[in-house]
C-alpha cells in the first residue's frame, strides 16, 4: 500500500512524515512519531483522551485521518509549556489536584484551552458542557472544573 | 465544599497538607508513559481473535492460511498454553483457578463469551495482524447462552461446565450447574426475629454488570530472550500478581519474567488479571521477537471484567420505636463464564453497619455466559447495600422515622462486628451520621421535582503483604521504591509519610515504583490497602535507617547509641560539646564510615480496619422524559487519617460519580444470541462533566489504631452506598418503588407513568 507524504506543523516545529491512507492523525501521532503525549481511549471519538487543537480547532485526533492534515497546525499536550514553564491550566491541574490516573488530562487540557480562548470568562456551566466531550473515570470532573475556572481567572487577570 | 474534621493529633509536618503530586508534572506534559507508550526495537504487534458466540463448541481451528501471510511471524491458540487441573475447595474470597485462568486467556474446549478469546498472531504491523485474524477458520458448534443469573441458577437452564457441581448445598447435588458455591452467613434466628417484628418491609432488585471504564484500555509488550527470560511491560495495578500468574500459567520459574508496571490509566480493580500477558509472552518466545499488544475499548468491553450483575432480595423487620429485629439478604451474582464473583463479600456488605439480633445473607456464585467478572471497587458490596439501604428508608417512610435517625438508632458501636462476624475495633459510624444529620445539605430544601436519598456503606479494607526498599543517598536524598503502581496519589502519600518519619522536607523524598526484579513481593495495589499497607512499610524503611543514622552519629561523637536520638530530621544527644548532625550531613559521612544506608520492610499488614461512608444525593426527575438530574451529593467519610487529603477527596468525588453512573445510566446490552452490541463509550454512558453538580465532601478522621497515622483506606468506601443514595433520591422525588438499576429514563418515565391515576388511561 502506498504512502501519503505529509508536512505539517506540530507545536511549531514543521515535521514530515508518511502514513498509510486508513492512518488516522491519533495514529501517526503516537505510532509513526511516537509523540505519546496524545491518548487513545476509545478511537472512536467518544472519551475525548486523543484532543488535540488542529488550524485552532478542538479535534479527536482519532476522527481525522494523518493524509488530511498536509499543510495544517497542530498543538499537542508535548507543545503546551512554554519550555519549562507550565501553562496556567497545567499548573492549576497540579493545583487543584485535578488528576489521578491523568490518562485524560492532556485531552481535558487541550480541551479547556480551546475553550478558554473561545470563552475566557465561562461559568461552571459553560466549563461542564464544554468539557462534556472528554470523559474522566477517576476525579467525577469536580476538581477538574475547579481548576479551568481558576485558570480562567488567572489567565484573565494576567492579560488586564 | 470540602470539610475535614480532625480529632486526634494535629501537629504534622506533611501528614494532611495540600502538596502537588510528584507524578503531576510528567501527567500535565504527556511525559508519563503508560500502557501503550511504550516501543521497542524489532517490534511485533499482536491481536486477538475473538469469538463472535456466546456459547459454542470448538470443533476445530485452522491458523495455516493466517501463518502464510506475510509479515505474520507466529500464531497461538489454546495448544501453546499448558493446561491445569481445576482447583481444589477451600475457596476464599478472591478465587484464582489455573484452570479457569488458561481458559480465559485462550478459549479451549469451548466458547463461553462473545468476545472470547480463541487465537492470537503476531505481526509486523497491526494491519497485517489484524488481516492475519480474518485468515484464521473456527468451526463452531453454537450452543444455547444464558446471561441473566437467576436463570441461570435453575436446573434446566444451558450448563456452561459439566465439571462444576454445586458446592455448599444438602445434598450434594448429582447434577453440574452454574452455581458454583452457595455461601451463608448470619446470627441469631431470623424466623423468630420476623415473628417478633412490628412491621416488615420486603424488596427484590436487579442490577446491571457495570464496566470499570478505566481510559487506558490494557496494553503491554512482552520481550522473551533466548535464555529464557522474560520481561514484560504492562499496565496493571499489581505487577508481582501479573508476574506470579505468568510463570504458573506458563510453568515457567517466577524469578525469569521481570515485569515493569507502566503508568496506570486507571484500573477501579479491573486491572487485577491477565488478559493478554501470558499471550504475549508465547507469542515473543515464539518469534524472538518483543511483542506489545493494545486492545480496542471494544475488545476492552467484550472481553474484560465488569461487576456482577446481580438479583437481590431483601427482608427486613422492625419493632415500631424502630429497634431492628431481623435482616435477611439473598444475592445472586454472575460471575461470568468462570466461578469467582465477590460472594463473600456481598454476604457481609448487606446490614454491617446495623446491630440487628437476627440477620442472614446468603449468595449464590453464578456462570453465565458473559465476560468473567473483576473485581471492581469495593466488589460485592454496592449491589447488597442497595437493597439493604432502601429496604431501611422504606422502613423509616413507615414507622414515620427520619432515615437517619432510624440508622443511628440501630448503628453498630465500637467493638461490633459485621454479619459475617468480622470484628471492628475503634469505628467512625456514629461521627458520620452525626455529621451527615448535621450537614446543611441534609437540613436544605428541595424544589419541585426533586427528591432526596440517603445511604450508608460499610467495607473491611485489605491489608496483607508489602515490601519497600528506602535508599538514602550521599546528598541526603532519600529514594522510596514500592511495589505497588500508583492509582490514586499513592506516591504523593508514600512522600508524606517518609517525610513526616525522617522529619525533613518534603523535596527531600523521591517516591518511585520499583519492577519486580528489583524488591520484595507486594500484593495488588486494591482492597484500599495502599496507603494502609504499603505506608507502614515505608514507615519501617524510614525507621531502619533512622536507626543506622543514630548508630551512625554515636559512632562519629564516640558515645553509646543509647544518647542518640532522631529529633525533627537530625541526630541529637543531651551530652554537652555535641553540635546535632542533619541527615543530609550524616548521608555524606555513611560512605566513609561503613558505606551506603538504605532500609527495607517486607511485611503482611493486617487491622487495616473498617470504615464507613454516608452520602446524601438530591435528585431532579423531569416527568415528560423520566431523565434524572444530579442536583447536589454530599459524601461523608471516616478516612482515619487523610495523608493527603486532595487525594482522598479525589477518590471520594470518583468513587461517588461511579456510582452515579451505576444507578442512572450504565448497562450492557445484548442481542437474543447473547452478542454485546454496546462495545463503546457511546452506548455505554459514563457520566460526563455536564451530568454532573459538585461533588462535596466531608472528610471525618477516626484514627485507625493499628496505624502510626490513623490510616483506614479510602479508595473503595465512596462507592458502596452511592447507588444506593441514588436510587432512593429517585424514589423519593416520584414516590414510586425502584426495582432495578439503572434508573435510565424510559425505566423513571415507566415508574412515573405506572402511578398515574388509572383516569388518565380513560
Same mark, same amino acid.
Request: hydrophobic content about 40%; proline content about 6%.
Given at each position: 500500500?502506498?504512502?501519503?507524504?505529509?508536512?505539517?506543523?506540530?507545536?511549531?516545529?514543521?515535521?514530515?512524515?508518511?502514513?498509510?491512507?486508513?492512518?488516522?492523525?491519533?495514529?501517526?501521532?503516537?505510532?509513526?512519531?511516537?509523540?505519546?503525549?496524545?491518548?487513545?481511549?476509545?478511537?472512536?471519538?467518544?472519551?475525548?483522551?486523543?484532543?488535540?487543537?488542529?488550524?485552532?480547532?478542538?479535534?479527536?485526533?482519532?476522527?481525522?485521518?494523518?493524509?488530511?492534515?498536509?499543510?495544517?497546525?497542530?498543538?499537542?499536550?508535548?507543545?503546551?509549556?512554554?519550555?519549562?514553564?507550565?501553562?496556567?491550566?497545567?499548573?492549576?491541574?497540579?493545583?487543584?489536584?485535578?488528576?489521578?490516573?491523568?490518562?485524560?488530562?492532556?485531552?481535558?487540557?487541550?480541551?479547556?484551552?480551546?475553550?478558554?480562548?473561545?470563552?475566557?470568562?465561562?461559568?461552571?456551566?459553560?466549563?461542564?458542557?464544554?468539557?462534556?466531550?472528554?470523559?474522566?473515570?477517576?476525579?467525577?470532573?469536580?476538581?477538574?472544573?475547579?481548576?479551568?475556572?481558576?485558570?480562567?481567572?488567572?489567565?484573565?487577570?494576567?492579560?488586564? | 465544599?470540602?470539610?475535614?474534621?480532625?480529632?486526634?493529633?494535629?501537629?504534622?509536618?506533611?501528614?494532611?497538607?495540600?502538596?502537588?503530586?510528584?507524578?503531576?508534572?510528567?501527567?500535565?506534559?504527556?511525559?508519563?508513559?503508560?500502557?501503550? +507508550?511504550?516501543?521497542?526495537?524489532?517490534?511485533?504487534?499482536?491481536?486477538?481473535?475473538?469469538?463472535?458466540?456466546?456459547?459454542?463448541?470448538?470443533?476445530?481451528?485452522?491458523?495455516?492460511?493466517?501463518?502464510?501471510?506475510?509479515?505474520?511471524?507466529?500464531?497461538?491458540?489454546?495448544?501453546?498454553?499448558?493446561?491445569?487441573?481445576?482447583?481444589?475447595?477451600?475457596?476464599?474470597?478472591?478465587?484464582?483457578?489455573?484452570?479457569?485462568?488458561?481458559?480465559?486467556?485462550?478459549?479451549?474446549?469451548?466458547?463461553?463469551?462473545?468476545?472470547?478469546?480463541?487465537?492470537?498472531?503476531?505481526?509486523?504491523?497491526?494491519?497485517?495482524?489484524?488481516?492475519?485474524?480474518?485468515?484464521?477458520?473456527?468451526?463452531? $458448534?453454537?450452543?444455547?447462552?444464558?446471561?441473566?443469573?437467576?436463570?441461570?441458577?435453575?436446573?434446566?437452564?444451558?450448563?456452561?461446565?459439566?465439571?462444576?457441581?454445586?458446592?455448599?448445598?444438602?445434598?450434594?447435588?448429582?447434577?453440574?450447574?452454574?452455581?458454583?458455591?452457595?455461601?451463608?452467613?448470619?446470627?441469631?434466628?431470623?424466623?423468630?426475629?420476623?415473628?417478633?417484628?412490628?412491621?416488615?418491609?420486603?424488596?427484590?432488585?436487579?442490577?446491571?454488570?457495570?464496566?470499570?471504564?478505566?481510559?487506558?484500555?490494557?496494553?503491554?509488550?512482552?520481550?522473551?530472550?533466548?535464555?529464557?527470560?522474560?520481561?514484560?511491560?504492562?499496565?496493571?495495578?499489581?505487577?508481582?500478581?501479573?508476574?506470579?500468574?505468568?510463570?504458573?500459567?506458563?510453568?515457567?520459574?517466577?524469578?525469569?519474567?521481570?515485569?515493569?508496571?507502566?503508568?496506570?490509566?486507571?484500573?477501579?480493580?479491573?486491572?487485577?488479571?491477565?488478559?493478554?500477558?501470558?499471550?504475549?509472552?508465547?507469542?515473543? &518466545?515464539?518469534?524472538?521477537?518483543?511483542?506489545?499488544?493494545?486492545?480496542?475499548?471494544?475488545?476492552?468491553?467484550?472481553?474484560?471484567?465488569?461487576?456482577?450483575?446481580?438479583?437481590?432480595?431483601?427482608?427486613?423487620?422492625?419493632?415500631?420505636?424502630?429497634?431492628?429485629?431481623?435482616?435477611?439478604?439473598?444475592?445472586?451474582?454472575?460471575?461470568?463464564?468462570?466461578?469467582?464473583?465477590?460472594?463473600?463479600?456481598?454476604?457481609?456488605?448487606?446490614?454491617?453497619?446495623?446491630?440487628? $439480633?437476627?440477620?442472614?445473607?446468603?449468595?449464590?456464585?453464578?456462570?453465565?455466559?458473559?465476560?468473567?467478572?473483576?473485581?471492581?471497587?469495593?466488589?460485592?458490596?454496592?449491589?447488597?447495600?442497595?437493597?439493604?439501604?432502601?429496604?431501611?428508608?422504606?422502613?423509616? +417512610?413507615?414507622?414515620?422515622?427520619?432515615?437517619?435517625?432510624?440508622?443511628?438508632?440501630?448503628?453498630? &458501636? +465500637?467493638?461490633?462486628?459485621?454479619?459475617?462476624?468480622?470484628?471492628?475495633?475503634?469505628?467512625?459510624?456514629?461521627?458520620?451520621?452525626?455529621?451527615?444529620?448535621?450537614?446543611?445539605?441534609?437540613?436544605?430544601?428541595?424544589?419541585?421535582?426533586?427528591?432526596?436519598?440517603?445511604?450508608?456503606?460499610?467495607?473491611?479494607?485489605?491489608?496483607?503483604?508489602?515490601?519497600?526498599?528506602?535508599?538514602?543517598?550521599?546528598?541526603?536524598?532519600?529514594?522510596?521504591?514500592?511495589?505497588?503502581?500508583?492509582?490514586?496519589?499513592?506516591?504523593?502519600?508514600?512522600?508524606?509519610?517518609?517525610?513526616?518519619?525522617?522529619?525533613?522536607?518534603?523535596?527531600?523524598?523521591?517516591?518511585?515504583?520499583? +519492577?519486580?526484579?528489583?524488591?520484595?513481593?507486594?500484593?495488588?495495589?486494591?482492597?484500599?490497602?495502599?496507603?494502609?499497607?504499603?505506608?507502614?512499610?515505608?514507615?519501617?524503611?524510614? &525507621?531502619?535507617?533512622?536507626?543506622?543514622?543514630?548508630?551512625?552519629?554515636?559512632?562519629?561523637?564516640?558515645?553509646?547509641?543509647?544518647?542518640?536520638?532522631?529529633?525533627?530530621?537530625?541526630?541529637?544527644?543531651?551530652?554537652?560539646?555535641?553540635?546535632?548532625?542533619?541527615?543530609?550531613?550524616?548521608?555524606?559521612?555513611?560512605?566513609?564510615?561503613?558505606?551506603?544506608?538504605?532500609?527495607?520492610?517486607?511485611?503482611?499488614?493486617?487491622?487495616?480496619?473498617?470504615?464507613?461512608?454516608?452520602?446524601?444525593?438530591?435528585?431532579?426527575?423531569?416527568?415528560?422524559?423520566?431523565?434524572?438530574?444530579?442536583?447536589?451529593?454530599?459524601?461523608?467519610?471516616?478516612?482515619?487519617?487523610?495523608?493527603?487529603?486532595?487525594?482522598?477527596?479525589?477518590?471520594?468525588?470518583?468513587?461517588?460519580?461511579?456510582?452515579?453512573?451505576?444507578?442512572?445510566?450504565?448497562?450492557?446490552?445484548?442481542?437474543?444470541?447473547?452478542?454485546?452490541?454496546?462495545?463503546?463509550?457511546?452506548?455505554?454512558?459514563?457520566?460526563?462533566?455536564?451530568?454532573?453538580?459538585?461533588?462535596?465532601?466531608?472528610?471525618?478522621?477516626?484514627?485507625?489504631?493499628?496505624?502510626?497515622?490513623?490510616?483506614?483506606?479510602?479508595?473503595?468506601?465512596?462507592?458502596?452506598?452511592?447507588?444506593?443514595?441514588?436510587?432512593?433520591?429517585?424514589?423519593?422525588?416520584?414516590?414510586?418503588?425502584?426495582?432495578?438499576?439503572?434508573?435510565?429514563?424510559?425505566?423513571?418515565?415507566?415508574?412515573? $407513568?405506572?402511578?398515574?391515576?388509572?383516569?388518565?388511561? $380513560?
Amino acid at each position: 500500500m502506498s504512502k501519503h507524504m505529509i508536512t505539517a506543523t506540530i507545536n511549531g516545529d514543521e515535521v514530515d512524515f508518511t502514513c498509510h491512507a486508513d492512518q488516522t492523525l491519533l495514529d501517526v501521532l503516537r505510532e509513526n512519531l511516537h509523540m505519546t503525549g496524545t491518548k487513545n481511549g476509545c478511537g472512536s471519538g467518544d472519551c475525548g483522551a486523543c484532543t488535540v487543537i488542529l488550524n485552532g480547532r478542538p479535534i479527536n485526533a482519532c476522527l481525522v485521518l494523518g493524509a488530511e492534515v498536509d499543510g495544517a497546525d497542530i498543538e499537542t499536550v508535548e507543545g503546551m509549556a512554554k519550555g519549562t514553564e507550565l501553562h496556567p491550566l497545567q499548573q492549576k491541574f497540579l493545583d487543584h489536584a485535578a488528576l489521578q490516573c491523568g490518562i485524560c488530562t492532556p485531552g481535558f487540557l487541550n480541551m479547556a484551552k480551546a475553550l478558554l480562548e473561545k470563552n475566557p470568562d465561562p461559568t461552571e456551566t459553560e466549563v461542564r458542557f464544554g468539557l462534556a466531550g472528554n470523559l474522566c473515570r477517576c476525579t467525577g470532573y469536580d476538581k477538574i472544573v475547579r481548576a479551568v475556572m481558576d485558570a480562567a481567572a488567572e489567565m484573565r487577570a494576567n492579560q488586564s | 465544599m470540602s470539610d475535614t474534621t480532625d480529632n486526634a493529633k494535629t501537629n504534622f509536618k506533611w501528614v494532611g497538607k495540600r502538596t502537588r503530586r510528584p507524578d503531576g508534572p510528567d501527567k500535565v506534559t504527556g511525559r508519563a508513559r503508560y500502557g501503550d +507508550d511504550m516501543f521497542m526495537p524489532g517490534m511485533l504487534h499482536g491481536k486477538t481473535l475473538r469469538s463472535p458466540h456466546a456459547h459454542a463448541k470448538i470443533l476445530s481451528i485452522d491458523t495455516s492460511k493466517a501463518e502464510a501471510l506475510k509479515g505474520v511471524k507466529a500464531v497461538v491458540t489454546h495448544k501453546d498454553i499448558p493446561d491445569h487441573p481445576l482447583s481444589k475447595p477451600p475457596y476464599g474470597p478472591a478465587i484464582a483457578d489455573l484452570h479457569d485462568i488458561s481458559r480465559n486467556v485462550m478459549a479451549r474446549e469451548k466458547v463461553l463469551y462473545d468476545g472470547h478469546a480463541v487465537a492470537a498472531v503476531a505481526a509486523t504491523s497491526e494491519r497485517i495482524a489484524r488481516q492475519a485474524l480474518k485468515l484464521i477458520e473456527v468451526e463452531y $458448534e453454537v450452543l444455547p447462552h444464558v446471561l441473566d443469573p437467576l436463570e441461570a441458577a435453575q436446573p434446566d437452564a444451558p450448563v456452561l461446565h459439566d465439571h462444576q457441581f454445586t458446592l455448599g448445598v444438602e445434598p450434594a447435588p448429582e447434577k453440574p450447574s452454574n452455581v458454583f458455591r452457595v455461601v451463608s452467613t448470619g446470627r441469631g434466628d431470623v424466623d423468630k426475629g420476623f415473628a417478633e417484628a412490628d412491621i416488615i418491609v420486603e424488596r427484590e432488585f436487579r442490577t446491571q454488570p457495570v464496566h470499570q471504564g478505566y481510559i487506558e484500555p490494557q496494553a503491554l509488550i512482552a520481550s522473551a530472550s533466548e535464555d529464557g527470560a522474560v520481561e514484560l511491560w504492562t499496565t496493571t495495578q499489581g505487577h508481582f500478581v501479573i508476574r506470579a500468574f505468568c510463570a504458573k500459567l506458563l510453568k515457567m520459574d517466577t524469578a525469569t519474567i521481570r515485569v515493569t508496571a507502566s503508568e496506570i490509566g486507571g484500573g477501579f480493580g479491573g486491572k487485577n488479571n491477565v488478559y493478554s500477558e501470558p499471550v504475549a509472552i508465547r507469542l515473543s &518466545q515464539k518469534t524472538g521477537r518483543p511483542v506489545r499488544m493494545v486492545m480496542t475499548r471494544e475488545e476492552v468491553f467484550r472481553a474484560t471484567g465488569p461487576a456482577s450483575g446481580t438479583y437481590s432480595k431483601v427482608r427486613m423487620g422492625a419493632k415500631k420505636d424502630g429497634t431492628l429485629v431481623a435482616a435477611e439478604g439473598v444475592i445472586y451474582n454472575q460471575a461470568g463464564a468462570f466461578k469467582g464473583s465477590p460472594v463473600l463479600r456481598s454476604v457481609d456488605s448487606f446490614f454491617s453497619s446495623y446491630t440487628v $439480633e437476627n440477620v442472614k445473607t446468603t449468595a449464590y456464585d453464578v456462570c453465565v455466559n458473559r465476560p468473567k467478572v473483576a473485581a471492581y471497587r469495593a466488589p460485592g458490596a454496592p449491589m447488597a447495600t442497595l437493597g439493604a439501604e432502601m429496604a431501611i428508608n422504606e422502613l423509616a +417512610d413507615k414507622l414515620g422515622m427520619d432515615p437517619i435517625d432510624l440508622r443511628m438508632k440501630n448503628a453498630v &458501636q +465500637d467493638g461490633g462486628q459485621s454479619v459475617a462476624g468480622v470484628k471492628y475495633g475503634r469505628i467512625g459510624l456514629q461521627e458520620v451520621l452525626e455529621r451527615a444529620k448535621n450537614s446543611d445539605h441534609y437540613k436544605s430544601a428541595l424544589g419541585p421535582n426533586q427528591g432526596r436519598g440517603f445511604a450508608l456503606g460499610y467495607w473491611m479494607h485489605g491489608g496483607g503483604l508489602s515490601s519497600v526498599v528506602a535508599n538514602l543517598l550521599d546528598d541526603g536524598t532519600v529514594a522510596i521504591a514500592t511495589g505497588n503502581p500508583d492509582i490514586g496519589g499513592s506516591r504523593s502519600s508514600m512522600r508524606a509519610m517518609a517525610a513526616e518519619e525522617l522529619g525533613v522536607e518534603l523535596e527531600t523524598i523521591k517516591p518511585i515504583v520499583a +519492577d519486580t526484579g528489583s524488591m520484595g513481593y507486594s500484593h495488588l495495589t486494591a482492597g484500599s490497602r495502599t496507603t494502609f499497607a504499603t505506608g507502614l512499610a515505608v514507615i519501617n524503611s524510614v &525507621q531502619e535507617i533512622i536507626e543506622k543514622l543514630r548508630a551512625l552519629a554515636a559512632k562519629k561523637w564516640e558515645i553509646p547509641v543509647e544518647d542518640v536520638t532522631w529529633e525533627a530530621g537530625q541526630a541529637v544527644t543531651q551530652r554537652d560539646g555535641f553540635e546535632a548532625m542533619s541527615l543530609k550531613q550524616l548521608a555524606g559521612m555513611a560512605t566513609k564510615m561503613g558505606g551506603p544506608i538504605a532500609g527495607h520492610s517486607e511485611i503482611n499488614a493486617g487491622g487495616a480496619g473498617a470504615a464507613f461512608c454516608a452520602q446524601i444525593c438530591d435528585v431532579e426527575v423531569d416527568p415528560e422524559t423520566g431523565f434524572v438530574a444530579p442536583k447536589r451529593h454530599t459524601i461523608f467519610l471516616d478516612a482515619g487519617r487523610a495523608i493527603s487529603p486532595d487525594y482522598v477527596e479525589g477518590q471520594m468525588q470518583g468513587g461517588a460519580v461511579q456510582g452515579i453512573g451505576w444507578a442512572l445510566n450504565e448497562e450492557y446490552i445484548y442481542d437474543d444470541k447473547g452478542r454485546l452490541l454496546n462495545t463503546g463509550f457511546l452506548d455505554y454512558r459514563m457520566p460526563v462533566a455536564s451530568d454532573l453538580p459538585m461533588i462535596d465532601t466531608v472528610i471525618i478522621e477516626v484514627p485507625n489504631p493499628n496505624h502510626p497515622y490513623g490510616v483506614r483506606g479510602v479508595g473503595e468506601p465512596p462507592l458502596v452506598p452511592a447507588p444506593a443514595a441514588v436510587a432512593n433520591a429517585v424514589e423519593n422525588a416520584i414516590g414510586v418503588r425502584a426495582t432495578s438499576l439503572p434508573l435510565s429514563p424510559p425505566k423513571v418515565l415507566d415508574m412515573i $407513568e405506572s402511578a398515574r391515576p388509572a383516569v388518565a388511561a $380513560e
